[in-house]
């Protein structure tokens, strides 16, 4: 096994020299950064120690992917968190799978950025490597690699394109639910009266409504973090929706017999028959029913801490971003004190 080993210069280059078995060797790690120079001394190190256990090549990307999948990801996210990761990782893999993991650099890291905005949105991209990023971590962890070259990548490079929000109006809306099957049409209408992301209804339980009280527990939410929402709001009444929902068991089943899978693009297909019917329907995405059902809600006078907690943001200055769509006294009604 190697000696710890050491830094010198050359000049302005550092060298690196490491003992193994008695035997000194010494090469040049070709930077003059002393801090890359000890991570480069460190990463050579490494690959010692795994030839001298018997391992000297380091596995592919391919592979440690599948390892991260089986081994990682069903302990440590949820389930939805893992497909998304998945995916990412399978459009990498593709690229970069038969690379050795411990060969990836922020040039390696910059090269697929660019192969992939040809055909990718900027967002698409940042999903990728937050994947990416998450499997270098284990790689860490597991001796492979000695850094992660993504926590010194800038992002900031790959800047999201936010489009104006543009909500649909109700008749718009009302002629989408007329045109769904009849479980889509509920959980549109509830995500328009509501405001809950889509997978909280689309996975919402006859358990996790109290009619006395007339409210929604939520407990399998984005963050993990349970939370009670009204059926009346400024914003909107769902108590018709659920009214006839069980006490038990899911709420919403489809044709199939069971909770809908992809919710958004089975009902993208049905808004886009709409749409080439209909030209004065306006094509929206299910997402854009929460961003009309907030703007409602402070429009009515909802307060901005209140719609904050109702809609499940980590902070305010998420929801904050519903105020450039009100009038400036709609504004000041929004944001006069806390609740």
């Given at each position: 096994?190697?000696?710890?080993?050491?830094?010198?210069?050359?000049?302005?280059?550092?060298?690196?020299?490491?003992?193994?078995?008695?035997?000194e060797s010494g090469r040049?790690?070709?930077?003059?950064?002393?801090?890359?120079?000890?991570?480069?001394?460190?990463?050579?190190?490494?690959?010692?120690?795994?030839?001298?256990?018997?391992?000297?090549?380091?596995?592919?990307?391919?592979?440690?992917?599948?390892?991260?999948?089986?081994?990682?990801?069903?302990?440590?996210?949820?389930?939805?968190?893992?497909?998304?990761?998945?995916?990412?990782?399978?459009?990498?893999?593709?690229?970069?799978?038969?690379?050795?993991?411990?060969?990836?650099?922020?040039?390696?890291?910059?090269?697929?950025?660019?192969?992939?905005?040809?055909?990718?949105?900027?967002?698409?991209?940042?999903?990728?490597?937050?994947?990416?990023?998450?499997?270098?971590?284990?790689?860490?962890?597991?001796?492979?690699?000695?850094?992660?070259?993504?926590?010194?990548?800038?992002?900031?490079?790959?800047?999201?394109?936010?489009?104006?929000?543009?909500?649909?109006?109700?008749?718009?809306?009302?002629?989408?639910?007329a045109a769904a099957p009849?479980?889509?049409?509920?959980?549109?209408?509830?995500?328009?009266?509501?405001?809950?992301?889509?997978?909280?209804?689309?996975?919402?339980?006859?358990?996790?409504?109290?009619?006395?009280?007339?409210?929604?527990?939520?407990?399998?939410?984005?963050?993990?973090?349970?939370?009670?929402?009204?059926?009346?709001?400024?914003?909107?009444?769902?108590?018709?929706?659920?009214?006839?929902?069980?006490?038990?068991?899911?709420?919403?089943?489809?044709?199939?017999?069971?909770?809908?899978?992809?919710?958004?693009?089975?009902?993208?297909?049905?808004?886009?028959?709409?749409?080439?019917?209909?030209?004065?329907?306006?094509?929206?995405?299910?997402?854009?029913?929460?961003?009309?059902?907030a703007i409602r809600a402070?429009?009515?006078?909802?307060?901005?801490?209140?719609?904050?907690?109702?809609?499940?943001?980590?902070?305010?200055?998420?929801?904050?971003?519903?105020?450039?769509?009100?009038?400036?006294?709609?504004?000041?009604?929004?944001?006069?004190?806390?609740?």
């Open positions: 096994m190697p000696d710890k080993g050491y830094l010198y210069k050359r000049g302005n280059t550092y060298w690196g020299r490491i003992r193994v078995d008695g035997v040049t790690l070709r930077t003059s950064n002393e801090k890359e120079a000890r991570r480069r001394l460190k990463g050579w190190i490494l690959k010692v120690e795994r030839a001298a256990l018997g391992s000297p090549d380091c596995p592919t990307l391919k592979e440690v992917t599948i390892r991260w999948a089986t081994e990682v990801l069903p302990k440590a996210v949820k389930p939805a968190v893992a497909r998304r990761y998945l995916s990412s990782m399978r459009q990498i893999v593709d690229t970069l799978g038969n690379i050795p993991v411990d060969t990836i650099t922020q040039t390696t890291i910059s090269g697929y950025a660019s192969q992939r905005s040809h055909v990718a949105s900027n967002a698409t991209i940042r999903r990728d490597l937050t994947a990416l990023s998450r499997l270098l971590a284990c790689c860490v962890a597991w001796g492979l690699r000695t850094d992660n070259p993504l926590r010194v990548y800038d992002r900031s490079l790959l800047r999201e394109r936010r489009d104006p929000i543009q909500p649909p109006d109700p008749a718009e809306i009302a002629k989408v639910i009849p479980a889509m049409a509920r959980i549109l209408a509830l995500l328009d009266q509501t405001g809950m992301r889509e997978n909280e209804a689309v996975m919402l339980e006859g358990q996790d409504i109290d009619r006395l009280r007339d409210h929604i527990r939520l407990t399998r939410t984005k963050t993990n973090r349970p939370r009670v929402i009204n059926l009346v709001t400024p914003g909107g009444d769902a108590r018709a929706i659920v009214a006839q929902a069980p006490t038990i068991g899911p709420v919403f089943i489809s044709a199939l017999g069971r909770p809908y899978r992809n919710f958004a693009s089975q009902a993208r297909i049905v808004i886009a028959r709409v749409c080439e019917a209909d030209p004065t329907v306006r094509r929206f995405r299910v997402h854009d029913l929460r961003h009309g059902f402070l429009q009515a006078g909802m307060n901005i801490y209140s719609l904050s907690r109702h809609l499940g943001h980590t902070s305010v200055k998420t929801t904050e971003i519903y105020l450039a769509y009100l009038a400036e006294s709609e504004q000041a009604g929004a944001q006069a004190g806390l609740p």
